[in-house]
C-alpha cells in the first residue's frame, strides 16, 4: 500500500450538513487550520452561491498547501465558472446508477457515458486538473461503471472518485469494486464513502488496501446526513493502523474539531474517536488498576501521541487500587481495611466523584 492522501471537504461535503453555515471569514479561519494539519486536498463548492465563491476565490488566493479542488457538477455552465475562477484542479460529478440516472438525470447509460467523457474533454482542453466523480457508484452495475472509469481517464481524467452516495456497502465490497477499477485505470483512485450505517471508515480503509490512493474525510464527519469519515479517524487509522502519514499534524486535531464545533454549533461528540471528550478516560476498576501501571493496557494509542492527557475517573466503579493510588498520592498510607471501607463509601454513590487527568 503506497501513501495515502487525504481529502478534507469540511467546506463542500461538511456544509451539506444540516444547520451547517460558515461565514466567509469563519470558512477561511476552518481551511487555515485544516491546511495546518497537512491534508493533501481541501474540496470547496464555488457553484452553490456567491458566499461558496468568494470563499473559494479567497483561499486560492492564500496559496494554501495543499491543493484547493473546486467541485462542481459535470456541466458545461458549472466548468465555465469555474475557468472563471482561475481554477487549477476541479472535480465535476455524474451519477452513474440507473436509479440516479433515470430518476434525477433522466439520461441513459450511453448517454451518461458520452456525456461524462465530453466535459472531461472539455476541462481538460482548458488546462484543467480534474477528478471525476462516479456518483453513487456503489449501486452502479459494476461494468458500466468500469466503462465510465475507462472512458473518462483515457479522456484525461487525473483522478477518479468511487463513492459509496448512500453509504450501503461493507468493506468486502468495496475492497472489490475498488480492486476492479484499480485493473481498469491507471489514475488515482479516491474514496468517498457515506457513514449512514457506520461502516464509512472501514470502507474507505478496505478501499485503500484495494488500491485507492486518497480518502475523503470532514472535521468530524460533517455531511449529508449521517456524514462521512471524520478527518481525525482517518489520519490516526493511517498512522496507528498502517504506519504511514506521520506528517500529518495530529496534535492539530483536537483544536480543529473544537473551532469546527464553534462554528457550526454542533457539539463534538463524546465518543467520537481520537478527538472526543472520552476518548482517554478510564473509568472501570480494573481499566484503573491496569492504566495506572501501563497506559497501553486500554488504549489504542497513547494521549501524548496527541497533545491530550490521560483521565480516570472514580466513583462507584472504582476498585480498591485507584483509592490506594491516590491516597499515596496525597502522602496518606492506608491500609487494607482502610482502603475497604473508603471503597465501601464511594460505592454507596450512584454517579461518578471525581474526573482527573494524570
Ligand atoms: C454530492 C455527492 C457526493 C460526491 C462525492 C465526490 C457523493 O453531494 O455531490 O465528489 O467524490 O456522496 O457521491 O458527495
Ligand atoms: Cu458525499
Redesign the pocket.
Known amino acids: 500500500m503506497g501513501k495515502t492522501l487525504l481529502l478534507d471537504s469540511t467546506l463542500r461535503?461538511g456544509e451539506?450538513a444540516p444547520l451547517v453555515h460558515f461565514s466567509e471569514s469563519e470558512a477561511l479561519q476552518l481551511a487555515s487550520q485544516i491546511d495546518q494539519s497537512g491534508v493533501d486536498f481541501i474540496e470547496v463548492s464555488p457553484i452553490v452561491g456567491h458566499k461558496q465563491r468568494e470563499i473559494a476565490r479567497r483561499l486560492m488566493a492564500e496559496k494554501p498547501r495543499a491543493t484547493v479542488v473546486l467541485?462542481c457538477r459535470a456541466k458545461k455552465e458549472d466548468i465555465e465558472s469555474l475557468l472563471d475562477l482561475d481554477a487549477s484542479f476541479i472535480?465535476m460529478?455524474l451519477s452513474t446508477s440507473d436509479m440516479h440516472l433515470a430518476n434525477k438525470l433522466h439520461l441513459s447509460r450511453g448517454q451518461a457515458l458520452e456525456h461524462g467523457v465530453e466535459m472531461v474533454e472539455f476541462a481538460k482542453a482548458h488546462g484543467l486538473k480534474l477528478r471525476f466523480?462516479c456518483?453513487?457508484a456503489s449501486r452502479t452495475e459494476l461494468d458500466y461503471l468500469l466503462e465510465m472509469v475507462r472512458r473518462t481517464t483515457a479522456a484525461g481524467a487525473d483522478r477518479i472518485?468511487i463513492?459509496d452516495?448512500v453509504g450501503i456497502m461493507t468493506p468486502a465490497a468495496m475492497f472489490a469494486v475498488v480492486k476492479e477499477v484499480r485493473a481498469a485505470t491507471d489514475a488515482g483512485i479516491?474514496v468517498?464513502c457515506?457513514n449512514d450505517l457506520g461502516l464509512a471508515l472501514a470502507n474507505a480503509l478496505a478501499g485503500v488496501e484495494a488500491g485507492a490512493d486518497c480518502i475523503?474525510a470532514s472535521v468530524n464527519g460533517a455531511g449529508?446526513r449521517a456524514g462521512i469519515p471524520k478527518v481525525a479517524e482517518v489520519a490516526m487509522a493511517l498512522q496507528v493502523l498502517y504506519g504511514q502519514r506521520k506528517d500529518i499534524k495530529v496534535e492539530k486535531l483536537v483544536e480543529l474539531s473544537a473551532s469546527f464545533s464553534k462554528h457550526s454549533g454542533l457539539p463534538t461528540d463524546p465518543f467520537s474517536p481520537v478527538v472526543g471528550e472520552n476518548v482517554f478516560r478510564h473509568k472501570g476498576g480494573t481499566h484503573l488498576a491496569a492504566v495506572l501501571k501501563e497506559g497501553a493496557s486500554y488504549e489504542a494509542f497513547s494521549p501524548e501521541s496527541i497533545g491530550r492527557r490521560r483521565r480516570l475517573v472514580v466513583g462507584g466503579y472504582s476498585g480498591k487500587n485507584i483509592l490506594r493510588y491516590l491516597s499515596e498520592t496525597l502522602g496518606m498510607k492506608m491500609s487494607d481495611p482502610q482502603l475497604e471501607k473508603a471503597l465501601a463509601r464511594l460505592k454507596e454513590k450512584e454517579r461518578d466523584l471525581f474526573d482527573f487527568a494524570i
Open positions: 461535503e451539506q467541485h472535480a460529478y466523480t456518483e453513487d472518485s463513492t452516495t479516491d468517498h457515506h475523503h449529508e
